[in-house]
């Protein structure tokens, strides 16, 4: 929430005239939430220090949370947003220092470009990586970076450390730059933006990172942070700073290992090519999520009814858009249908089907609420054909980033063993009346066995 | 042959599907008018307009039917007579609407405007809209003439005709004749009895421990019990026999004779069964085939007199294929009947009504398999009745099989109405032996109901629902809702089995205008006086989270009353459904103490019950939000904590330094000052738990048991049966410290006052006033179950640490209560709903359906801070 900027480079005072703002005092400007100061602790020819005060309004500060942010009901009502500098901090920048960070000094306008040393001094800055993250920003631009770390509380010290910092960055540089880098790496090491991000950010970026950006070796995380991860933002204003250099594909904060995109794409093969290979013409794909599967599904024309169902109502909105579900023709949209339903409730809607799928769906699932799916699915809805996918528990040790005992997934509610989904499908398939065989899905080890597992079960023809 | 009607007065069955019938100009739409409500007509020249916006637009004539046919088939789906006002002279128009009669099983009446050729031409001649050619209405009147004779066999119940205007003139009134099965007004209280086939002690038996006085030799009843009902008045009891008075058994014509006489008296009423039908065949010299137990009556016959055969050919004859009784809350019929055949008349409901339905297969035994049609009712009505013999008379979807098969060696047993009891009284021997073993396919611990119950139907739940609940209005579940609710229960919640209650939101009081604070118990107060509760219960308000526990005796219990098998003896569960603890093993620990304490305290022998639901707070709070306290308060209190010196710091050397930052400096001191006091609200939560000890269970509200719900009971009852539980049990559960209030009583109310000021200061969340007994209406419905008092400090955590600055408060006091207050009062009468409905052993889809609705209202965008 504050921002102070030293110089000692006498006339300190000087600064004064490069900010535009008067030594002796308090300056306020508004901003939409609330109000920045700007007054001087310290102000002689030795040393002057300006500090800007960012004042935001808690009560007009309501922060809604996004569709995956947290689901804290309160969270536009408690955080942290008035006392730490974030995007806000930004905006007060360049409310209240605007003339200082484009350039222009009325009074002393050969100043302008001249390097100052100059401290800057946040409090308090959150940091979305820690410490290492903070200097890889800053160090390669030449600043001395000092950092405190908090814990997040002082009595219950096994909670660990906060992603807060005291921190005070030295450099001689003019002071334009100084408030241009601040204003662009602020919010990238708080890694989010209180306003909506749109193709206008880029030319913001392009303005305030001339001259430093291009070079800074980070600077593939600075544009994606500061575009909020939006990939087309994202590799459009990447493109435009490295001209020449290639643009990256995928652009993910952690990217996922290659190895499992590949193996959600294979399972999603494999399941399409065992219903075309045993001639089903209708298929419901139940947990059909963002609907990947029922995009391969359209793509075969002897598939002709394809039902998609989901308990995420959001997952399927997702689903239609993909699929473009209201630019579809007539015939093509009949072929097709999203419903939102549950594994957990029979359904008449999913009986009449050749086939169902679940694909990686029933670790989603409460072990005691199986029982209810398994009816629902195999005596309720009836395929003569069910397919089953589910993780391999065995195949974890191959995932180094995995603690033994964890699961793949945080919502994950269990994972088996080859043996113990063998077990289970064969009881379920003899309980009522299919016939089960099992293969592997992914890339085969000799010990553990393929990260993924399915169970084919056709029904027992009387 | 139509009978020609020239008779001041026909009357109809009141629920019928009347077709007019006659050519253009006959005069049908007066006559419409003049004898039934306009919005029992279907014209289908309005029909017509209505499409096309011409009435005589012959070209879209189909779609016009289509239209007529549509609305008429929703009106009697809702049980309503309906006027079709057409020509309709044509048999091939007339057959569709016969088969739409038959579909929703009314009864088809025709009236014929047969009126001479001129009357027809003339009128149409007045009115210019009908310029059809002339040839028109001679060839109505003479595709009317061609088939006018045939009208019954074509199936109308009835056929009037009126053939000319003198007849119609002389028609003053049409009455509507309620159908024999509509027993609506008799209100019992019944004892409803199961399939006899001739056990005739065991029928006197039964209806002596029933309490009716039997004349055994003469067959004849003496006196009959009394109840007093519900409103106060003493009405005689009244048998009701499920049919199948005969065959098998040893004395077919004596139990005959006693319930002729019973229903000859008006004592008792009777429903025929397929065997009483087969009878009355045979003694109406068709022919059968003298088996099944049938050759035992007609040996037993043998020796009786003519003149009883003749009057029980009379008594079968007069039975009606079902009754609908009290109201329409209970439907008794040999073999079941499913809803939309209730309170019908058609020959498919008589035939339902007597053999039930079969899905057409054989079985091993030979016999046609019977469908059970229980499986799918959800009828408002509860049905009774008999037919296939079953071990024991279970509940299913509210259908009772009460024939538990006496004739074979079981028992002959009564269901009272309305008291839900059953009384048997055994075989004394085997007289016959069953085609198909009883109870064959029945093969787990579990009730027909709870293995019904095993999987929700979803169409029960999404969409827009409706619930009808007894302590309120009907409540509605949108849609967007239902949506949002389908995705937690599926996802996140436990065993609907276990899940028979969750508790309402509670909103805060009044907000205060005292300086420096938004909540404070005089709000409540207010609240109190002004719906006119005189005493009130102010109860500590615990630093922990809302929890539902429901505990059973052991594992035995949970299987036969919850129908939950292998997941212990009971649950903990918060108030969006999902299970308190993550640990399995710790839940059954906990939950074996608890029951250890209900069982030292003698809480199951008191209350005569096997198990208990009990609405509790679980502490504390951070076992359920430790990763909120880490990652949002104690970071927020961090970030705060940290730059505020550091602000303060900057504006004291400002001040020094002559800088007019004055004001400032003040502000942010004070702003210093309220984190600290957030920091220390949000500690008086970090409770660690590792251990069961850890936690601390105070139940406050007892809100079933067996049979049983406690809302008639006021909150100092809940509170010493609670005390009782919890002195058996203190290392883990905690009795909740509470006061009362009188309203008005400025003395009373100044000491609820202190105790939430001492209760608050010592770093406590507040209070919670409810009115003394546990439900309280004002004129305008129910009142507020509970308001809650938040303190002045703890609201740091929900409002954000600095809400109580002046600025910021005097903004925030202008929230709104009112949609807060109404979700409570909904969520409320929901849950209290889904206890009664499951301790009157109502289907779980039914209980489901209100903690559905309860768990939908909660996605209903409210203020959360509220």
Redesign the interface.
């Known amino acids: 929430m504050l921002l102070t900027i030293t110089t000692t480079r006498n006339p300190a005072t000087d600064l004064g005239y490069l900010l535009h703002k008067h030594p002796a005092k308090v300056q306020t400007f508004p901003l939409t939430a609330g109000d920045v100061h700007v007054f001087y602790p310290e102000a002689t020819a030795e040393k002057c220090t300006a500090a800007l005060l960012l004042d935001l309004d808690p009560v007009r500060l309501t922060r809604k949370s996004g569709p995956g942010g947290n689901d804290f009901a309160l969270e536009a009502y408690v955080n942290d947003r008035p006392y730490v500098a974030s995007s806000f901090m930004s905006a007060a920048i360049s409310q209240a220092y605007s003339s200082a960070m484009n350039g222009r000094c009325k009074d002393k306008p050969e100043l302008v470009d001249v390097a100052f040393p100059l401290e800057v001094s946040l409090s308090v800055l959150p940091v979305n990586g820690g410490e290492p993250l903070l200097r890889s920003l800053f160090e390669p631009l030449g600043y001395e970076v000092d950092v405190q770390a908090f814990p997040l509380d002082t009595q219950y010290p096994e909670w660990g450390q906060s992603r807060y910092y005291q921190v005070t960055l030295k450099n001689t540089l003019p002071l334009w730059m100084l408030l241009s880098q601040l204003y662009v790496l602020i919010p990238v090491c708080d890694n989010d933006k209180h306003y909506f991000v749109g193709s206008h950010e880029i030319e913001k970026l392009m303005e305030k990172g001339r001259g430093w950006l291009e070079d800074h070796p980070a600077n593939e995380l600075i544009v994606r942070r500061y575009m909020k991860h939006l990939g087309p933002l994202t590799r459009e204003a990447l493109g435009l700073i490295m001209k020449d250099e290639a643009t990256p594909e995928e652009v993910e904060e952690i990217p996922e290992p290659a190895e499992k995109i590949r193996l959600h794409d294979l399972r999603l093969q494999t399941v399409r090519d065992l219903l075309l290979e045993q001639q089903v013409s209708s298929v419901a794909d139940l947990g059909c999520g963002e609907g990947k599967l029922l995009r391969l599904l359209t793509e075969k024309s002897v598939f002709t009814r394809i039902l998609g169902m989901d308990v995420s109502y959001r997952s399927l909105e997702i689903a239609g858009e993909k699929l473009k579900l209201d630019r579809m023709t007539d015939r093509q949209r009949k072929r097709l249908e999203l419903i939102q339903g549950s594994l957990l409730y029979k359904d008449k809607r999913l009986s009449g089907f050749d086939a169902a799928t679940l694909v990686e769906v029933i670790e989603h699932l409460d072990p005691p609420r199986l029982a209810a799916m398994e009816k629902v699915v195999f005596e309720y809805a009836r395929p003569s054909l069910v397919i089953i996918t589910t993780v391999n528990a065995e195949y974890n040790i191959k995932y180094e980033s995995l603690t033994a005992g964890t699961f793949r997934h945080s919502d994950h509610r269990f994972e088996w063993t080859r043996p113990e989904f063998e077990a289970w499908a064969t009881e379920v398939a003899g309980r009522f009346g299919y016939t089960v065989t099992f293969r592997p899905l992914g890339e085969w080890d000799d010990a553990v066995g393929a990260p993924s597992q399915l169970a084919l079960f056709t029904i027992d023809t009387a | 042959m139509a009978r020609r009607n020239n008779l001041s007065h026909i009357s109809i069955p009141e629920l019928s599907l009347v077709l007019l019938v006659g050519p253009s100009g006959a005069g049908k739409s007066t006559f419409a008018r003049k004898y039934f409500k306009p919005t029992e007509i279907i014209s289908s020249d309005v029909c017509r307009g209505l499409i096309s916006d011409d009435e005589n637009n012959q070209a879209v004539s189909a779609d016009a039917f289509e239209l007529a046919r549509f609305i008429a088939a929703k009106r009697l789906k809702n049980g309503l007579l309906t006027v079709i006002d057409a020509t309709n002279v044509q048999s091939e128009s007339r057959k569709d609407w016969i088969k739409l009669a038959r579909e929703y099983h009314v009864l088809p009446v025709a009236i014929i405007l047969n009126l001479p050729e001129e009357v027809c031409s003339k009128r149409n001649k007045t009115r210019p809209d009908r310029n059809f050619g002339g040839h028109v209405i001679p060839q109505q009147i003479s595709q009317l003439k061609r088939n006018l004779r045939h009208l019954k066999e074509e199936g109308f119940r009835q056929v009037y005709e009126l053939r000319s205007e003198e007849d119609v003139a002389m028609l003053e009134t049409i009455t509507r004749t309620p159908l024999y099965n509509n027993k609506r007004e008799e209100h019992g209280p019944f004892d409803i009895i199961g399939d006899v086939h001739g056990c005739y002690d065991e029928l006197c038996m039964l209806l002596e421990q029933l309490g009716y006085g039997i004349d055994r030799e003469h067959a004849e009843l003496i006196s009959a019990p009394q109840t007093t009902n519900e409103d106060g008045y003493t009405r005689v009891r009244k048998p009701v026999f499920v049919g199948d008075l005969v065959d098998r058994g040893p004395a077919s014509p004596q139990v005959l004779r006693l319930v002729m006489n019973m229903v000859g008296n008006g004592a008792a009423l009777c429903v025929p069964g397929n065997h009483d039908a087969k009878l009355l065949k045979w003694l109406n010299g068709k022919q059968v085939q003298l088996k099944h137990g049938l050759e035992k009556t007609v040996e037993q016959l043998s020796a009786e007199p003519p003149e009883f055969l003749e009057s029980i050919k009379t008594f079968i004859d007069g039975l009606i294929s079902h009754y609908v009784l009290d109201d329409g809350k209970l439907v008794v019929a040999h073999a079941g009947l499913k809803e939309n055949m209730q309170g019908r008349g058609s020959g498919a409901v008589r035939e339902f009504c007597m053999y039930g339905e079969t899905t057409g297969e054989i079985d091993e035994f030979g016999l046609p398999v019977r469908y059970n049609w229980a499986l799918e009712y959800k009828g408002k009505a509860m049905v009774v009745y008999g037919h296939t013999p079953v071990p024991q008379a279970q509940w299913l979807n509210r259908t009772i099989d009460i024939d538990t098969g006496c004739v074979f060696g079981g028992s002959l047993t009564a269901l009272r109405y309305p008291e839900k009891e059953l009384v048997s009284v055994s075989a004394l021997q085997q007289y016959a032996v069953p085609a198909r073993p009883i109870g064959y396919n029945a093969d787990s611990g579990l009730s027909v109901q709870q293995q019904y119950d095993?999987?929700?139907?979803?169409?029960d739940?999404?969409g827009k629902k409706i619930v009808n609940t007894r302590y309120s209005h009907n409540i509605t579940i949108r849609e967007e809702n239902s949506?949002?609710a389908?995705?937690v229960?599926?996802?996140f919640a436990i065993?609907p089995r276990w899940m028979i209650y969750l508790p309402p939101t509670m909103s805060p009081v009044e907000t205060s205008s005292l300086p420096g604070l938004l909540e404070h118990p005089e709000g409540g107060l207010q609240y109190f006086r002004e719906t006119g509760v005189e005493k009130v219960v102010c109860e500590e308000k615990h630093m922990g989270s809302r929890a539902i526990v429901v505990v059973c005796r052991n594992e035995d219990v949970a299987r036969e009353r919850f129908g939950v098998d292998?997941?212990g003896i009971g649950v903990a569960y918060t108030r969006t459904g999902r299970s308190f603890f993550a640990d399995k093993g710790l839940e059954q620990a906990f939950l074996a103490r608890m029951n250890a304490a209900l069982e030292s305290a003698g809480f199951y022998n008191d209350f005569q019950s096997d198990w208990v639901c009990l609405d509790c707070e679980l502490m504390p709070w951070s076992a359920k939000a430790q990763a909120?306290l880490?990652?949002?308060?104690?970071?927020?209190?961090?970030?705060?904590?940290?730059?505020?010196p550091?602000?303060t710091a900057?504006?004291e050397?400002?001040v020094r330094?002559?800088?007019?930052?004055q004001l400032?400096l003040e502000k942010y001191r004070s702003r210093q000052q309220q984190v600290t006091d957030y920091?220390a609200a949000y500690?008086q939560y970090?409770w660690p738990v590792h251990r069961l000890e850890d936690y601390k269970l105070a139940p406050f509200h007892i809100m079933a048991t067996e049979g049983k719900t406690y809302f008639d009971k006021d909150h100092e009852w809940h509170m010493a049966h609670i005390r009782k539980i919890c002195e058996a049990a203190p290392e883990l559960l905690l009795a909740t410290a509470y006061q009362v209030v009188q309203i008005g009583d400025p003395e009373s109310e100044l000491a609820a006052v202190q105790w939430w000021e001492k209760l608050t200061a010592a770093g406590g969340e507040g209070m919670v006033m409810k009115p003394y007994s546990f439900l309280t209406r004002d004129t305008r419905g129910l009142v507020q179950p509970a308001v809650k008092v938040r303190g002045k400090n703890y609201l740091r955590?929900?409002?954000?640490?600095?809400?109580d600055a002046p600025e910021?408060l005097s903004?925030?006091r202008s929230r709104g209560l009112g949609a807060k207050r109404s979700l409570a009062l909904r969520e409320f009468a929901l849950g209290l709903e889904g206890l009664e409905r499951f301790v009157s052993k109502e289907p779980l889809q039914m209980v489901h359906q209100c903690v559905f609705g309860i768990l939908a209202l909660e996605s209903e965008p409210v203020d959360?801070?509220l």
């Open positions: 095993g999987v929700l139907d979803i169409a739940f999404i949506i949002a389908l995705e229960m599926s996802r065993n292998g997941e909120l880490q990652q949002q308060y104690a970071a927020v209190g961090t970030a705060a904590g940290q730059a505020l550091a602000v900057a504006l050397q400002a330094n002559n800088v007019p930052a400032l920091v500690r970090c955590i929900i409002y954000g640490p600095e809400y910021n903004r925030l959360p801070r």
